[in-house]
Every structure is written in C-alpha cells, then in structure tokens.
C-alpha cells in the first residue's frame, strides 16, 4: 500500500526539486533522491515494478496484468481500508430540474448518515443548488481562513457550447459536487465546521444566509483587515518553494487540459466523417451483388470502430477533464491561502517595526504582536498540514486517472482491432466452386 507523503518541514531552506511531485509514486522507498522532480510534469516509474500484496498479505502478480483496472482495484482496495474508522458519510445524488416564474434551476439530494454526537440526527436528507453550495464555499473561506477550501466546480458556462440543463452536464456536476462535499468531510477541521453541519441538515438555508459577516471567526477578520500598504519583505523559502511549485503545476495542467480538449474536438470530427464512411462501403455492396458480403463487413466494422471511438472520447469528457479542471481550481486555491498567510506575516513584521521604534519606551512585546505571530505560526501549520494532505490526495487520483485513461485506450483499441480482424475471412480468396 502507499504510504503518507513526506510532509513538509517545519523550518529552512526547501526548494521545488526536492517537493514530492503529484504525479511521482507515494513509496518510502522511493522518497529520495529518486524523488527530484523535473519543472515538468513526470510519469512515475511503471507501479509493475514494486512488490505488491493485497491487504491480507496475499501477493499480486502485476508483471503483465491482463488491463489496467484490475490494477486499479487492487490499489483501490488500501484506499478505502479507513472506511470502518469514519464517522461521517455525505453523498450528492438524485439532481432535479425546477421550473419557477423567475429562473429555471437544478438541486440535489444531499443525504448525510454519522455517529458525531455534533448531529442531533444519525441520517439526514436536504435538497441543495448550486448557489447553496456556493455559500458553503465562502464561509468555510471566512471562517477557516488558514485551511485549504476545496473548489467547486465553474458556474458559468459559455452559452452555444454546453446546455445546463443537459442530462450530461448534470451528471458531471453532481458528481463534482459531490467531491467537494467528501473533499470537506474527510478533513479533520473543516468537517466539523458550524455551517457545514448548518449546511447538511438545516431544511431551509436562507435564515442561515442573512446572518452574512456575524459568525465571522476574530482570526477571519484579522486576514481580512490587515495593515495596509505595508509589503512582505520575504515570504520564506520553503513557502516560496510551495507558491513556484503551484505556479509550474497550473502551467502543466492548464497546456494539458488544452491540448485534451483539442484531441477530444478532432475526435469528434473525426467521428462525423467515420459515420459518412461507413454507410458508403454498404451502398456500394447494393450495387455489386457479389462483393455485397466483404463490403457490407467493411462498413459493419467502420460502425463499430465509430461507437468504440465514441465511448472513448466521451470518458474523456465525462471523467478526465473534469479531474484536471478540478486540479487547476484547487492549484488557484492553494496560491490564495499562502496570499493570505503572506497578509498575516506582513501584519506580523510591521508590528514588530513599531514595537523596535519604540524599545526604550516599551521593553516587553506587547500582546497584540504575540497574537499576531500566533497567528502566523497557525497558518504555517494549517498550510503545511494541507498541502501533505492535498499533496496525498493528488497521488491517488491522478494514480486513478492515468490508469483509467491507459484502460479506455486499451479497450478502444482493442475493440477497432477486433472488428478489422473479423473482416479477414470475409476478404480471404475462397476456392471456386465447380
């Protein structure tokens, strides 16, 4: 099983080289030197290679697996093994399309079950839209301003190119949501939160909304209201390191999602002119009663290479790019924490400048400046501890995500492979018969 990522230190010098990657394997044996990532974005080394075992200590022969899932099931297995230890389970399901007077909406079943005594309730079960979501995603901001938020999904969408209300947009939003919500409820501060109790089980959430800036935590306001004009004169190096490491990793994932959504847009066209294609070879058999067997075989063989090519680049669409969008948002969200732990560090240091002008006058450090580098010391913590956290939770999703994709390939061109090859009879010259 893979183990927990190396975290981060607490103190000196750390550059991007020696970060574990994303995309790099969690093995402790492989934590070092190994480790030194590229500024690119790199391939681990074939997980064929290691020594693996299931959980009961049976080992797995992985050296030629016959496809790429059933690696991914056993790998699966270490991740959910946690499961008897959580208190807390949340699941978006059953979306909804409401028509009213004014607007036209989705909402979604969001159904709770726990053991938290935090809960007066073991199950419950709310309806939720999108902009309910969004509230959700603000306060945890406000109020838990040292932690790494999860993102949502985008809301807007450019019109003429998705429809909203598609059965195919839904799925993928619901299911983006419903990350968002499992992102939050296994964090082990953000899960305990006030709104997201208030979110999950409160019927009608607008009394909640109006209550705007009032449950705002002092730490909050502090972020939010700091010094003004002064500037940081040094974030540290090892913070330094995060911010150029998310800055490469945007820059990776952003040229990838780029150059996906052209494959998947030429793959389409691509699908167009296959399905004009096809129906040529079984027109022309119409014509020529004794070539109507192979060509009616070439153009049954051209439609099923176009409904394999057409499951591929929907699994593109439907579960590939979404991950990589995910990853971008959360790359963004993760560069707004270390602005606002900048802010506090600032607020620290000029604090400290006014303190040393007046150091005849006031020997001791006054409280203020000591909250104020509490503060600081707590976002450094909170920082670090969610960067390992989403740094763990990248290898395992982008371990999933290759792997799928290498699977869809597979079975894509595995089925274009069989259909060419069930022609070859058909196109074999046979003896004449006398």
């Known amino acids: 099983a893979a183990s927990a990522p190396k975290p981060l230190p607490s103190s000196g010098p750390k550059s991007l080289r020696e970060m574990p990657h994303p995309l790099a394997t969690s093995s402790s044996e492989e934590m070092g030197p190994a480790l030194t990532p590229s500024p690119d974005l790199l391939l681990p080394r074939s997980i064929a290679d290691k020594d693996l075992s299931l959980p009961n200590g049976t080992p797995v022969d992985t050296s030629s697996p016959a496809s790429s899932s059933s690696l991914l099931n056993r790998l699966q297995l270490d991740d959910d093994l946690d499961v008897e230890t959580r208190d807390l389970f949340v699941t978006v399901d059953d979306p909804k399309k409401h028509v009213c007077t004014m607007e036209t909406y989705i909402t979604y079943r969001v ?118 004009g002064y500037k940081l004169r040094s974030r540290p190096l090892e913070f330094a390191a995060i911010g150029d490491y998310l800055d490469t990793f945007s820059l990776k994932l952003g040229t990838i999602d780029r150059i996906a959504q ?50 591929l680049s929907e699994d593109m669409t439907e579960d590939f790019l979404p991950v990589l969008r995910e990853y971008i948002l959360y790359a963004e969200s993760m560069k707004n924490v270390l602005k606002k732990r900048d802010q506090v560090q600032a607020e620290y240091e000029a604090k400290l400048e006014a303190v040393a002008l007046k150091r005849e006058d006031r020997p001791k450090v006054p409280a203020d400046v000591e909250k104020c580098q509490d503060r600081v010391e707590c976002f450094n913590a909170d920082l670090k501890a969610d960067m390992e956290r989403w740094q763990n939770n990248k290898r395992q999703d982008f371990r999933q995500l290759l792997m799928g994709m290498a699977d869809k390939n597979i079975q894509y061109y595995e089925k274009c492979l069989t259909a060419w090859e069930s022609i070859i009879p058909l196109l074999q010259d046979k003896p004449e018969t006398k």
């Open 262 to 311: 052209r494959i998947i847009k030429e793959q389409l066209e691509y699908l167009v002119e296959l399905r004009e294609y096809g129906p040529v070879y079984s027109t022309w058999g119409g014509l020529e009663v004794e070539l109507s067997e192979p060509l009616e075989g070439v153009s049954a063989c051209i439609g099923n290479c176009c409904t394999a090519l057409e499951e």
């Open 111 to 228: 159904t709770t079950k726990t053991t938290r005594a935090e809960f007066d309730l073991p199950e419950y079960s709310v309806r939720r839209r999108y902009q309910d979501f969004d509230w959700l995603r603000n306060k945890l901001e406000e109020s838990q301003p040292t932690h790494l938020i999860p993102p949502l999904p985008e809301k807007f969408v450019v019109k003429g190119v998705v429809d909203r209300f598609s059965e195919e947009f839904v799925e993928t939003r619901r299911k983006a949501l419903d990350k968002f919500l499992k992102r939050i409820t296994d964090h082990p501060v953000l899960s305990f939160n006030e709104h997201f109790n208030v979110f999950l089980t409160a019927k009608d959430l607008n009394a909640y909304k109006k209550q705007g800036m009032a449950l705002l935590s002092k730490m909050g306001e502090s972020v939010k209201y700091v010094t003004g």
